[in-house]
């Protein structure tokens, strides 16, 4: 399988934009999802988005409808997270998936995992 590789993370100011990166290396991403999960210190990984990759519909968590944007190029094997009107709460480590289901915001249904990149906001 593919190794996804996550980039873009850092530090910014509450209000603040970042757009973090997915790259599939080693072949070309055939998964039917892609999708972004973060995980805080002490709390357990959450869904955040998910983009299925041929038709690119695209699916969020409640707490970043309107802030975060998930998108795709397939033609780089490549997907993106904008995250707009970041929030002291959207701290935490970013992680990008792959599942061979459909449109899943289910933690267990993805079977390959970015190592992920650090987001953090500040007041």
């Known amino acids: 399988q593919v190794q996804l590789v996550e980039s873009g993370g850092g530090l910014v100011q509450a209000g603040g934009s970042l757009r973090l990166s997915c790259a599939a290396s080693?072949?070309?991403?055939?998964?039917?999802?892609m999708g972004w999960f973060r995980q805080a210190p002490g709390k357990e990984r959450e869904f955040v988005a998910a983009?299925?990759?041929?038709?690119?519909?695209?699916y969020y968590a409640d707490s970043v409808k309107g802030r975060f944007t998930i998108s795709r190029e397939a033609a780089k094997n490549t997907g993106y997270l904008q995250m707009n009107s970041l929030k002291i709460e959207d701290t935490a480590v970013y992680y990008c998936?792959?599942?061979?289901?459909?449109?899943?915001?289910?933690?267990?249904?993805?079977?390959?995992w970015g190592q992920g990149t650090q987001v953090t906001v500040s007041s």
């Open positions: 998936a792959a599942s061979l289901w459909l449109a899943t915001a289910r933690r267990n249904d993805y079977n390959n």
């Open positions: 983009i299925t990759w041929k038709s690119a519909n695209t």
């Open positions: 080693g072949g070309t991403f055939s998964s039917s999802t």
